[in-house]
Each structure stands twice: as structure tokens, then as C-alpha cells.
């Protein structure tokens, strides 16, 4: 048996089984390791407790399973690199070899062949087991593909039939353990028959029993009716039949009202026949909700629209401060819509066809979303994709399962009543998919102009016509959106506010909107001007005006129970400072101009970028005896960026070697970043802490009122970043007016206000040498341009 060491990736509450497609989160340094240890990784179960049967080495099952990555492409998701892999043996630890950075295992890996050498694995068997699991899917995965289904019928490699029957099968994860440990592979797969026949079974007596109540119900009813009624007799049921048949009489008049398309009157008419003929018992409900369905959507219902540009033009004025830009591009796709419906052309391969709003929350996506749909006339819904993985939510349950209900765009046009509204996808980037489906792909056909019209939903089971809808997106960022979607959507980028922009949209916009909220009039209460910028910079700490909003109403709650307490003697109040502490409490942020100046080789300033705008984030470094290591502390993801130092090690002794002599392998370097709250991603802080650490080397400070953003190669270009205006914004507010940028960002600078832009004094660059010179203290410290090679 094949031993091996490799590393661990921990799982609480899961197993993984063998055969099995994966996408695995690694860090860099996990992601190198892997690749020198011939791509291979374990994912071993985590066991906190003692459980009856399970054998435990340390907090871990003993039985693992080995993974390989398939490839090096990578997907970003939450700064995290996503990789996908595919686990192919299950493994038994025989001891572990180290437990950090993280664990190390010395495993044997298992063959698991399965040889049939004395007709074990009768065919009978197999059949049993691929039966029960057709029946054990169907009845409790609400969804299974057909593919799936046929892909058991048809496997002939007895292990990998059990693991794929076993990963699908919703077992206790006791009970999944224990298959990982077991074996012998005769105990396994009678374990996983059983398991499964008593599930059916159980299955199959529920219902049973749910007909049964139905029936003796159904009894009782005309029994007891019968018992107080001097009615005929004669009639079966009677009068719970009468009442029956009242019911089918109202939806059949139901039936004849609905303006129905002929092909849908057809199959609510088979429906009915169903319902007529009784023979349904619980069903029958099931059917009426169905027809029910079918009566309240929209078949050929349209609101008039007003596409007129200068309406919508007005409402979102009305609606929204500024954002010039984004509703010009409004306007303008507005428009084209407009063209194109009187040119009666047809929206053909569907690439930017929806538009979507990306930036950062509460920047006014969803308002925007609002005021589109009022100015065109037409009713809004807004379906929460954030978090949803199950396919069946955009498509809908088949009604054969119990507790089935439609997807989420066929109860939006029930709710809305029409064929044309507008639909709100919020989220759109948060879509994520498991073995259940894939919710990107089922939202494509949802979106593409060739297919929508005929939408076809798991539960209405009837294509329905969705090319009508104005679909909107919104989503915070763009990089998790799948990219066929990505293609399908027409980007508009809402980027922050400034203090000064804000201040604006709270005097006309969230001021008003309150105060009628709350009941009162601006007779009743003055915030003065100085004190909505307080608020601004000291209460709240976003990109958008959501929490000022709110800030905005718990001051006028506070007011209204002041003036409902004693009407008589109230008088105006003006929002000061004091009532300010007293209401909100003391301010969770400082004012402007509060980075320390402090100048120290080894410190730097970093720009971020969070969702609640730019921040100027502080570097330091120190240095000290060792063997050439790096710890990096107060990062989200620490090692990321180590392993990120450890590409950019050559690169960095080069540039620090031209001043020093320094012998790195007896050197060990600490990287911290004190404001351990705020979110900073790895490659854009590589300039910062590049330039922090050569000025730990070579002992030159970086000058104490500069920051800088940047990621860089490994030959020492200066890559452009994310969210320049926020960042310089950042930095403005901080009190810091010289910043360093990628001069690929050179572009972005026109979002930044023109008033700030010539405060502040930007240095765009190229590479890093550029960025040394003019960052680092002393008289034009000699960094020369990097030799490519040299490297
Ligand atoms: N430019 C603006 N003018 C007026 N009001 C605005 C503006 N931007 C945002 N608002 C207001 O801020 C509040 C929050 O906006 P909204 O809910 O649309 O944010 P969002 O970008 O959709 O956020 P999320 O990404 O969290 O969903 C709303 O009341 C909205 O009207």
C-alpha cells in the first residue's frame, strides 16, 4: 500500500467521499505546498467529540480522503483562491507529522478495488442498490436530473456507484463517518442499502398514512352531517359532497372568467377532470392550488409603459443627488430600448441587454432599480438572489414533491400581476451552486432574450412568456459573477460618495424623506449644516448613505417622542453637538487628519479599500534574528500575502541589496498591520509593504505623510488597482494630500472631484523604483530601474 505525507485541509460537519468534483479554498502557501507534493491535499473530517465506532487520530477521523487539483486556475471568491480538484482514494492516517502553519499527515492511501471474485456483487445486488437509490433520490432530493439518474443506472465500477450514491444520500454525519472508516466493502454497501431501504420505507408509510387520514376524514365529515340533517341520505358524502361540488363549481366559473390562452384553458381543463372524478384524495388540494396558480398569473396582461426619456429623466432627478454619469447611461440604454421597440428589433444575442449596478452597498442600486420602474409605469418586484444555491429556487420544485412551490420569477409575475415589470435581481454576484444545480445557468435562460419567452418553470410546468421584463442586476462587486452572466449585463459602476456629496443627498433627499416618515415638519426640528457633516464623519463609516439614513431617522424618532410627550411647551429644536452624544451616543470614528505622522524605517502608509470607503492603512515592519522567515499579522488572510512575500523575496533583497548587505537567511521579518478590523486584500497592498520593508532594510524612511496603493510583478511593474476614488478619498480625509497610484489608474482620477483632485498632490508610477524614489526620506534614494535580467 502507497504511503504518503501531505497536508490537511480540515472539514467540520462534512465528508467528502472519493469520486467526487470539488472546489477547494486554499491560501497561497497551501496551494504551493500542494503543488510540490504533486497537487495533492487531504481533506480529513473534523471529530471534536468521542463518537461510538469512529476512529479518531487527535481532533480528526482517521480515514480521510485524497484530493488532487485539476488545475491551476483559480476563481476569487472573498479575497479566497478557489481551485478545483477532484477526490479520487480514501486514505488511513497513520500519524501526524506537524500541526503548523497547519496540519501535516503521514497517510496510507487505499485501493479500494472491489474484486467480484466470488460473486459477491451479484448483479442483484447492484440492482437493488442503483433501484433504492433511484426511488431514495427521487422521493427526497426534490430535483434529481434525469442525467444523474441515468449516470447510476449505468455505472459498472461497484466503488465509485457507492461513493456517488453515498455523497448524494442525505446520511447523518455520524452515519457518513462510519462509511469513510468501514473496509470491508460487503459491510459498507449493506450499511448504505439499509440505510436507504429504511428511508423509502418510512417514505412510502407517511404517505400511506397522509391518505389514510384523508379518507377516514372524509368519512367522518359526511357521517356526522348526515347524523344532523334530515337531507337525503342517499348521496355518497353528502352534503361534504355538496360543498365539493359547490367548490368546482366556483373555479370552473373561475376558469371561464380568466382570459386564457387556448393551450393553458387545455391543461387546467384536464386538471379539473382530475379534481371531478374525486379519485384524488390529498391530492386534490395540490391540484386546486395548482389551477389556483394558474388563474393568477398574468397570461396576457401588460401595463401601459411611458417610455418617455424626459419622465424618466425627471424621476430619477427627483429621486437621486447627482450620479450624473450613471443616469446618463441610464438615459442612454433607455433609449435604445426605446429605438428598438418602434424599429421593432429584437434584443438578438442578449449581450447587454440587462443593466446591472456594481459598487459598494448603499450607494443607491436599488433606489435607482425603483425610480427606472416609476418612471416607466410599471410595477417593481425585487427577487434577493444573495445566498441562493438551489435551482429550484429560480425554476421552481416539480409539483409531484411535497411542500413544491414555483420559483422565485413566476411568484414575482403572480405577485405583480402583469407580463412587463420590472425585476429587481439584487445580489447577483452573491449566487453561489452546489450539487443541487447551478442557479447562474438557470438565470441565464431566465435572461436570455432568445429563450425567456419560453420560460419554463419546474412547477407551472407551462412555458411562460418572460421576454416582457425589464430585468435589472445589482451586485457589489464583479469578480464572483459567473462569466456568461457577466457577458449578459450592461456594467454601470456606482462608485462612493464624498463627505461633501453626502451632506447634499442628506439635505434633500434623506431629510425630507424622514421627517414625513416620522410625522414632524421642518418647523419642528433644524439639523444645522455643521452638524450633518459630524454625523457623516463621526457616526457613520460607509461608501453609501444607508446608515446616515438611519442615523438621520433615530434623531427624528427621539424628536417625535419628545414632542408627542409634551406638545405644549415644545419648541423648535436645533440638532446640536450635545443632543447629538445624547441621542446617538459618543461618535465610533474620529474626525479627519488623524493618521500619526510617525516616521520610522520599516512603517508605511497602504491605501484600502473597504465597503465603507478608502482607508489609510498603516504598515509596520521589524526585523530581527532568524532563518529568513515571515509572519504577517492583522491581515484577514495572513497567509495569502505571505506566500505572496515569498514570490516577491528575490525581487525584494535585490532592490534593498543596491544599499545594504544583509544576509537574509539569518533574518526574520515581521509585517503587521494594527487597524486589525478593516478588510485589506493581499495584492493591492504589494507596493506598501514592498516599500515597507526596504525601508526596514536599508534603514531610509518612508516619508510620513504619503500613501500608496499598487499591486506589483515579480519584476517590479506597478499593476494597476481597485476603488482609486474611494482610496484617494481616503487618504484626503485622513489628512494625508500626496498619494502613490498605478499609472494604469490614470483614468480613474476623472471620478475624483476636481476640488480634491488639486489638493492633493498624485504621483503615478510606473515601477517600483519610481515609487522608492519619490517615497522613501534622504536625498533621492538610488534606486535604479530594475533589470529584467537580473531577475
Ligand atoms: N444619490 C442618492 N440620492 C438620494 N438618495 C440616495 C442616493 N444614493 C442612495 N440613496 C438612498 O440611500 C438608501 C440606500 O440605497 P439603496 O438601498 O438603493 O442602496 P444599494 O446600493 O442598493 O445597497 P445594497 O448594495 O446594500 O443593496 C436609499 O434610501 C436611497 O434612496
Known amino acids: 500500500m502507497k504511503k504518503i505525507n501531505v497536508f490537511v485541509v480540515p472539514v467540520h460537519g462534512t465528508v467528502l467521499y472519493p469520486y467526487q468534483n470539488l472546489k477547494l479554498r486554499l491560501t497561497e502557501l497551501q496551494f504551493y505546498d500542494a503543488k510540490v507534493n504533486n497537487n495533492y491535499v487531504a481533506i480529513v473530517p473534523v471529530v471534536d467529540q468521542q463518537v461510538d465506532g469512529i476512529q479518531r487520530i487527535q481532533r480528526f477521523s482517521q480515514y480521510g480522503t485524497l484530493v488532487r487539483l485539476t488545475s491551476e486556475d483559480y476563481t476569487v471568491y472573498a479575497s479566497n483562491k478557489i481551485y478545483q480538484a477532484f477526490s479520487f482514494a480514501r486514505i488511513k492516517i497513520d500519524s501526524i507529522i506537524k500541526s503548523t502553519p497547519y496540519y501535516m499527515v503521514s497517510a496510507e492511501v487505499l485501493g479500494d478495488e472491489i474484486v467480484d471474485e466470488q460473486g459477491l456483487w451479484s448483479s442483484q445486488i447492484i440492482d437493488q442498490l442503483k433501484e433504492l437509490a433511484k426511488q431514495y433520490l427521487e422521493q427526497f432530493q426534490m430535483n434529481p436530473s434525469p442525467q444523474f439518474l441515468q449516470i447510476i443506472q449505468e455505472e459498472k465500477n461497484i466503488n465509485k456507484l457507492f461513493f456517488t450514491i453515498a455523497s448524494n444520500a442525505d446520511l447523518p454525519y455520524s452515519q457518513k463517518l462510519k462509511l469513510l472508516q468501514i473496509d470491508d466493502h460487503k459491510t459498507k454497501i449493506t450499511l448504505l442499502i439499509q440505510y436507504l431501504k429504511t428511508k423509502v420505507e418510512e417514505f412510502a408509510q407517511t404517505k400511506a398514512l397522509e391518505q389514510k387520514v384523508s379518507k377516514d376524514l372524509m368519512q367522518q365529515m359526511s357521517k356526522q352531517v348526515n347524523k344532523s340533517s334530515n337531507l337525503p341520505t342517499n348521496l355518497p358524502g353528502f352534503p361534504y359532497q355538496k360543498q365539493k361540488n359547490n367548490d368546482i363549481e366556483k373555479l370552473q366559473a373561475k376558469i371561464k372568467e380568466a382570459n386564457l390562452p387556448d393551450h393553458v384553458r387545455e391543461i387546467v381543463e384536464q386538471e379539473m377532470q382530475k379534481i371531478e372524478k374525486g379519485s384524488m384524495g390529498v391530492d386534490s388540494n395540490v391540484t386546486r392550488n395548482y389551477i389556483d396558480l394558474i388563474l393568477q398569473l398574468p397570461w396576457n396582461q401588460q401595463v401601459e409603459e411611458s417610455l418617455s426619456i424626459e419622465k424618466c429623466k425627471e424621476t430619477l432627478d427627483a429621486d437621486h443627488f447627482g450620479l ?7 438615459l442612454q440604454f433607455l433609449a435604445v430600448k426605446k429605438l428598438r421597440k418602434e424599429r421593432k428589433v429584437a434584443d438578438s444575442n442578449g449581450q447587454g441587454s440587462i443593466i446591472c449596478f456594481f459598487g459598494p ?124 452572466l457577466r457577458d449578459r449585463l450592461e456594467l454601470i ?6 463627505v461633501k456629496e453626502k451632506a447634499a443627498i442628506a439635505n434633500s433627499y ?29 457616526h457613520t463609516s460607509e461608501a453609501g448613505v444607508r446608515q446616515l439614513e438611519r442615523v438621520i431617522a433615530k434623531i427624528y424618532r427621539n424628536i417625535a417622542l419628545k414632542y408627542v410627550t409634551d406638545q405644549q411647551n415644545f419648541k423648535t429644536i436645533v440638532v446640536d453637538q450635545e443632543s447629538l452624544i445624547e441621542i446617538l451616543g459618543p461618535s465610533i470614528h474620529s474626525d479627519k487628519h488623524t493618521t500619526p505622522l510617525i516616521s520610522i524605517p520599516g512603517v508605511c502608509k497602504g491605501l484600502a479599500w473597504t465597503p465603507a470607503g478608502g482607508k489609510v492603512l498603516m504598515i509596520e515592519s521589524v526585523k530581527m534574528e532568524g532563518k529568513g522567515k515571515f509572519e504577517i499579522t492583522g491581515m484577514k488572510v495572513q497567509e495569502q500575502q505571505f506566500g505572496w512575500i515569498k514570490a516577491y523575496w528575490p525581487q525584494i533583497k535585490i532592490l534593498s541589496k543596491s544599499n545594504t548587505n544583509i544576509n537574509f537567511d539569518a533574518l526574520d521579518i515581521h509585517i503587521h498591520f494594527p487597524a486589525g478590523a478593516t478588510p485589506k486584500d493581499g495584492p493591492s497592498a504589494g507596493v506598501a509593504i514592498t516599500t515597507a520593508i526596504v525601508s526596514l532594510l536599508t534603514g531610509l524612511k518612508v516619508k510620513s505623510d504619503i500613501a500608496m496603493t499598487g499591486e506589483i510583478t515579480l519584476t517590479g511593474r506597478v499593476l494597476p488597482v481597485g476603488g482609486i476614488k474611494e482610496k484617494i478619498l481616503g487618504a484626503f480625509e485622513s489628512g494625508i494630500f500626496s498619494v502613490i497610484i498605478p499609472h494604469r489608474n490614470k483614468a480613474n482620477l476623472v471620478d475624483v472631484e476636481p476640488e480634491i483632485r488639486e489638493k492633493m498632490s498624485i504621483h503615478l508610477v510606473k515601477t517600483i523604483d519610481q515609487v522608492l524614489q519619490i517615497a522613501l526620506e534622504g536625498n533621492g534614494p538610488n534606486f535604479k530601474m530594475i533589470n529584467l535580467a537580473n531577475l
Do not use: W
Open 324 to 330: 450624473t454619469k450613471v443616469k446618463e447611461r441610464i
Open 361 to 484: 452597498p448603499g450607494v443607491g442600486k436599488t433606489s435607482l432599480g425603483q425610480s427606472i420602474a416609476k418612471s416607466l409605469n410599471r410595477p417593481f418586484y425585487r427577487i434577493a438572489l444573495g445566498g441562493v444555491s438551489d435551482e429550484a429556487q429560480i425554476r421552481g420544485h416539480r409539483r409531484t414533491y411535497v411542500g413544491a412551490f414555483p420559483g422565485s420569477f413566476i411568484q414575482a409575475i403572480k405577485k405583480v400581476k402583469c407580463k412587463n415589470p420590472v425585476i429587481l435581481l439584487d445580489e447577483i454576484d452573491k449566487l453561489t451552486s452546489n450539487h443541487r444545480g447551478d442557479p447562474s445557468s438557470a438565470l441565464l435562460e431566465v435572461l436570455d432574450p432568445e429563450q425567456n419567452s419560453h420560460f419554463m418553470d419546474n412547477y407551472l410546468n407551462i412555458e411562460f412568456d418572460l421576454s416582457s421584463v425589464l430585468f435589472i442586476a445589482t451586485a457589489n462587486q464583479l469578480e464572483t459573477i459567473q462569466p456568461a
Open 510 to 538: 434623506l431629510i425630507p424623506k424622514q421627517l414625513q416618515k416620522n410625522g414632524l415638519v421642518n418647523e419642528q426640528v433644524t439639523i444645522p449644516q455643521e452638524i450633518i457633516h459630524k454625523i457623516i464623519k463621526q
Open 493 to 498: 459602476e456606482i462608485v462612493g460618495y464624498t
